[in-house]
């Protein structure tokens, strides 16, 4: 039983009451004769219901609404529901390894009320909440699972699931990435409803009706539609307060810059739906719900027929099919290589015939039937590795096609430097071989001289020399044949592919594709979203149509109160009508969103993604289903905000072989500066042997006593002329050097700016492609030049050999140096015994000491540095044929002119060099004059000898 309460009831309707204690006024207790009933009275008053006090229980229950009275203060009591809260246990893990194994989730009408982490388990518990509201996903901060420093700071404790005030916790689970680099807790917070409440006035102990102004706020009322802002939400003005006696005088406003609901001088709600009802607003402070008066009138209007049993069909609703980018014919996977639908007869089917601008023109090839090149066109080659491997070159460009082209260059390469490794091995001995033919020839002689007149032969001397010839002509066939070799290399590199042309073009016809594909990705997505708002909206509107029949029902947006000078009522259709408004300003948003930048193509797929599973997620959905599809439609519109701000950056497409391609091109024109420094040196030196040259023929001339005067003008017209035609090929050759040169640096500066693009994205397109302009206008000036300069070159050449042979200057050149042999100074490097030698002995050992001073004479003099500057000559020539042959200019012109003068020239060295053997022979003879015996003997030779020391 119930002590005497002094208390009074303040506030009642159908579901609560509150008391109130006031001293000198309580609540009596009238029992109901002799049972455990009682009744509750105020003064007078009498309250409805009949209690009983459930001993065994200690409660108080109301007999007619099975209700119980519970205290939950001194100040109040409320009415509440005898029924226990029933609660289920969940355990999961044993031998739990980590958060990810123990997903924790309650039905779609429970949340969580019980969680307890054990040893290798988690304990966790749901209770039933009767009218659970909408339910919102949340996520945690993500965690770096690899940082070394997650031990550290701790940074499990950021992983925090946190449900606003009046939402419950329904489900927690643990998402982490494939590979273990990261974590984080996903969780839902369900809003916990309020139950509406209609507000009487309390009956004091005189019986008349009092209002209690301290249970409510004076802005807690009915919010009804008063205008419309520029965004197209509706304001709501206060239009009734539930405070007694208060002025009506809140708003509820949309606050477009900060994206949140907002009451007049409280908390504001962040959520950006076009109608508060749309889902279910709230603050720590208020909640926004719908209001219905239940001010029915009900008439007699007789019993109405039987609807019959057939169930109406639903009408059928608008599919949504998604279509993907049209994309250029030329970027389609079938033409693009490392793609599953690859086809290379398609690609250069479609590359044939695009416009000379279009980068992936040049990525189109047809293969030869020869090694003429019969029938090719377009970006293709014929195939020779130099070890047997001839074949017909891919037709077009792909990544597989640049690296087989790469590849064989470096093979081609290491088999020239093991042609040129066996003609060092096979002519390296070559002049030890001379030096002892040389010594054989002079070391035999025999004498003959019957009845006092004698002959001296030496046939070693002719069987030395006929070896000599016969080792220059095995050093002339390794010559010609590592020549041929030479040639060989240069013609298989000039018929297959050039690797840096192929790579540029295969790049460039990417980089074209990436531009179109980003574009046409944009596209798709406004198109998408065009697509997904309307047939959302038409779909609503069918469905609307369907479960409603334009009846008017109860549970409507706007209320009765809220209509103002009318008598209608605002019905279902009406409030599908705004839901539908709603939406189509929400896609409206969306669409704009995606219309101000182009998206980075992941951006672009994951909003396509999204959009198409909103679309087909909803395309049969009943009417039932609205709230979901809006607040879906909420986390879609997040969805495209976040994603609109990923906009498309300038190096993120390229890919990752462009980088490689940059780093390739590099190295490639790092070797080739290489070996034109090589060049650029040789014609340095070149140039100052030709200025020594000059030098020395007028010291010598002048300082020469032994020259007739007729060979000193043939040797010096000689000097002139072949300096004259040095000096105009010289000037060929050097200004082709020089542009080779600028073309060089001009494409290490476009691999440079490729790689900028690509890699560090530090440079623009625009930038990119004005460095490749500028690489491909220095090439094709350096071509230019080359054409002039071979053509220029090679007939030089040719005079230069026609003079040479015909007017023998190295002939002259040769006898110029033996006649400005000094004799004395020949004399004072011998001692008595070899003068007496050179005296007394065979003419073949004096022939070998005259010889060896010739030779060192010629090497020293005109002959020799005019044979080397011709040998460097040579090597130039084959540079020139080299560059034409690996620049795809065709075949070279009067190259069989070029090697004929070749020929030429390298004949009159060996034939000037075995005519200064005949007028070394000569020398001897003159000089053994001077060892006449009957006369002065060898001792008149000493003298000289002594004289020139």
């Not at 405070?243 to 959520?271: D, E, I, M, T």
Request: charged share 25%; hydrophobic share 35%.
């Amino acid at each position: 039983m119930l002590p005497n309460l002094h208390a009074r009831f303040a506030l009642f309707d159908p579901v609560s009451c509150h008391c109130l204690i006031f001293f000198g006024r309580g609540v009596n207790l009238a029992v109901k004769g002799g049972e455990n009933k009682f009744h509750l009275k105020s003064g007078n008053h009498q309250l409805p219901g009949e209690w009983h006090y459930d001993n065994a229980k200690k409660r108080i229950r109301n007999l007619h609404s099975n209700k119980c009275l519970k205290a939950h203060h001194p100040h109040a009591a409320l009415e509440e529901t005898c029924m226990e809260s029933i609660e289920q246990e969940w355990i999961v893990g044993h031998g739990l390894q980590g958060l990810a194994d123990a997903p924790i989730s309650c039905t779609s009408n429970q949340v969580l009320s019980f969680f307890e982490k054990g040893h290798g388990h988690i304990r966790y518990k749901c209770v039933h909440v009767a009218a659970l509201g909408s339910c919102v996903p949340g996520y945690s901060a993500q965690v770096e699972t690899k940082a070394p420093e997650l031990e550290d700071v701790k940074a499990l404790k950021r992983m925090t699931a946190t449900c606003p005030t009046g939402h419950g916790l329904r489900a927690l689970e643990a998402e982490a990435s494939d590979k273990g680099a990261w974590i984080r807790l996903r969780y839902e917070c369900c809003q916990i409803n309020r139950v509406p409440v209609s507000l009487y006035p309390y009956i004091g102990g005189d019986g008349q009706r009092e209002f209690m102004v301290d249970l409510a706020d004076g802005w807690e009322g009915i919010y009804c539609p008063s205008s419309q802002d520029d965004s197209g939400r509706m304001q709501f003005s206060q239009s009734r307060s539930f405070r007694p006696h208060h002025n009506p005088s809140g708003s509820l406003q949309y606050n477009k810059f900060q994206g949140q609901w907002c009451v007049s001088g409280k908390a504001c709600a962040s959520s950006d739906v076009v109608h508060p009802l749309d889902v279910a607003l709230s603050t720590h402070e208020w909640h926004v719900v719908p209001v219905s008066d239940f001010d029915a009138v009900f008439e007699a209007r007789g019993v109405k027929p039987l609807g019959g049993n057939r169930k109406r069909s639903p009408p059928p609703l608008i599919k949504f099919g998604s279509s993907d980018p049209d994309y250029l014919p030329e970027c389609k996977d079938e033409s693009h290589p490392g793609a599953r639908k690859f086809k290379l007869a398609l690609m250069n089917k479609e590359a044939e015939d695009l416009d000379d601008e279009n980068p992936c023109k040049y990525v189109f090839g047809k293969p030869p039937k020869n090694q003429q090149m019969d029938e090719s066109e377009g970006m293709t080659g014929w195939i020779d590795d130099l070890s047997g491997t001839t074949e017909p070159g891919q037709g077009g460009v792909t990544y597989k096609s640049v690296k087989e082209c790469s590849d064989r260059d470096i093979v081609r390469e290491l088999k020239l430097a093991k042609w040129n490794k066996e003609h060092w091995d096979a002519t390296k001995y070559n002049w030890i071989v001379e030096d002892i033919l040389d010594g054989i020839g002079n070391s035999f002689a025999l004498e003959t001289a019957p009845m006092g007149f004698g002959v001296e032969l030496n046939p070693f001397g002719l069987a030395a020399a006929i070896g000599t010839m016969a080792v220059h002509g095995v050093e002339f066939h390794y010559d010609q044949q590592i020549a041929d070799r030479e040639m060989h290399f240069e013609q298989a590199g000039h018929d297959d592919c050039n690797p840096i042309q192929h790579g540029f073009a295969r790049t460039f016809c990417d980089l074209h594709c990436i531009r179109d594909a980003v574009r046409k990705g944009d596209d798709a997505i406004l198109r998408a979203l065009e697509e997904a708002v309307e047939i959302v909206g038409k779909n609503t509107q069918l469905l609307l149509e369907y479960y409603v029949k334009k009846q008017n029902k109860a549970g409507q947006i706007c209320f009765q109160s809220c209509a103002v000078g009318e008598d209608a009522k605002p019905g279902l259709i009406e409030n599908g009508l705004e839901i539908k408004h709603g939406i189509a300003k929400s896609m409206g948003e969306m669409f704009a969103m995606a219309r101000e930048a182009a998206l980075e193509p992941r951006a672009s797929v994951a909003a396509t993604r999204a959009i198409n599973v909103f679309a087909k997620r909803w395309s049969g959905a009943n009417v039932s289903k609205i709230p979901r599809l809006v607040s879906e439609l909420q986390d879609l519109h997040g969805t495209i905000a976040k994603l609109s701000s990923r906009k498309l950056s300038r190096g993120r497409e390229v890919q990752r072989y462009a980088v490689q391609m940059a780093s390739q091109m590099n190295k490639y024109m790092q070797a080739q500066s290489h070996v034109l420094g090589i060049y650029h040196h040789e014609s340095s030196t070149s140039k100052l042997l030709q200025r020594r040259l000059n030098r020395f023929w007028r010291s010598s001339v002048s300082s020469s006593a032994l020259l007739l005067e007729v060979e000193e003008e043939t040797a010096e017209e000689d000097i002139k002329e072949f300096d004259s035609m040095w000096w105009e090929i010289r000037k060929e050759l050097d200004g082709y050097l020089q542009a080779s040169q600028e073309h060089v640096r001009a494409t290490q500066a476009a691999a440079q700016m490729l790689q900028n693009y690509a890699a560090k994205c530090a440079a623009g397109f625009s930038e990119m492609k004005r460095a490749y302009s500028l690489s491909v206008r220095a090439e094709t000036h350096a071509h230019k030049i080359l054409k002039r300069a071979w053509a220029a070159v090679s007939t030089g050449v040719a005079e230069m050999a026609s003079k040479v042979a015909d007017g023998v200057i190295l002939d002259h050149l040769a006898v110029h140096d033996l006649h400005s042999l000094n004799p004395k100074a020949m004399l004072s490097k011998m001692n008595g015994t070899e003068i007496q030698v050179f005296c007394d002995g065979s003419i073949d050992a004096a022939f070998t000491v005259v010889r060896k001073a010739a030779a060192e004479a010629m090497k020293k003099g005109l002959y020799g540095q005019t044979h080397r500057q011709l040998m460097v000559l040579f090597e130039e020539l084959k540079m020139l044929q080299s560059r034409f042959l690996s620049g795809g200019l065709g075949p070279i012109p009067d190259v069989d002119l070029v090697q004929d003068a070749q020929t030429r020239l390298q004949s009159a060295l060996l034939q000037s060099a075995f005519g200064s053997s005949k007028v070394a022979k000569a020398m001897v003879k003159q000089l053994r004059t001077k060892c006449d015996v009957s006369e002065r003997g060898p001792k008149s030779l000493l003298d000289e000898s002594s004289q020139a020391k």
